[in-house]
């Protein structure tokens, strides 16, 4: 048996410029951590004695004969690309739901593969894995997927993820221990109780991206990366928080111009609520439309955040840095 644990991510700056429709005309950014929550996936070789040859097991559990029998959209066509067709039994859990914009989807998809290829007794690199995962999600399943979330799945960490015509690169970001820990104090991270189907947002904003009609915003969401990171870098743990977060506040606004399902009413007034009660910026995760609201504020005025979105689930979280590991192998 072998079990594989894979991160999510929230995603702080450059989302949207990390689609090809974008950074295959110009280069694309993006700045973001991975999570302490995650997809587990359990992959065992099943004995011949079931009337089924692959069974997947999840909010449903599907017992079938060829992979091509399987609705589960990313194991049929990640077993398809690894040319697995039998005797498997997959089970799947994770720490949050689906569809809240925290790149599960992909984090399940990276720790598949991760799993697939332990189960053969194979290692492949993080940026190997990172690709094919893009491969199978945009090519294979077709979905509206941009090349950010695989890469923080597979990697772990905050990272300055580059795009380009060439290929992608990953470098993490320079910050101390002291640093580091108040940023992840500083971040609050609400769940909405609203969820989505990105594909749906962001086939609206892939539409706008390939007509250019967005890349004034594109390109000013692009340079925020490296203003970020220069922000991290040039000051002290207070003035870094809300200098960040007056930067994402900027981003959001700028997020929202991409498409008009980005955000809504009850959203809007959640986050008004937020800054009013004195965080400095915030986003959605992911493509907007819902999920999990974060914020950037200071630590004494977190309470009075919480009070104004009494009727939000905060989630209890911390940074990760490790990416999708195999957690447990047995012969």
Known sequence: MIISRTPVRISFFGGGTDYKEYFERKNGAVLGTTIDKYTYISVNRLSDFFEYKIRVGYSRAELVNDVNQILHPSVRETLKFMKSNGNLDIHIFADLPAKTGLGSSSSFTVGFLNALYALEGKIISKQQLAEEAIYIEQQRIKENVGCQDQVHAAFGGLNVIEFGKSGLSVRPVVISNEKYEFLDKSLMVFYTGITRYATEILAEQIENTKTCSKDDYLQRMHRMVYEAEEIISSNECREMVEKLG?????????????????SNDVIDDLYGKAIAAGAYGGKLAGAGGGGFLFLLAPMERQQAIREALHGLMQVDFGFESEGSKIIYLTH
């Open 246 to 262: 007056r930067l994402l506040d900027e981003s959001w606004k700028l997020k929202k111009c991409l498409s008009r399902m980005i």
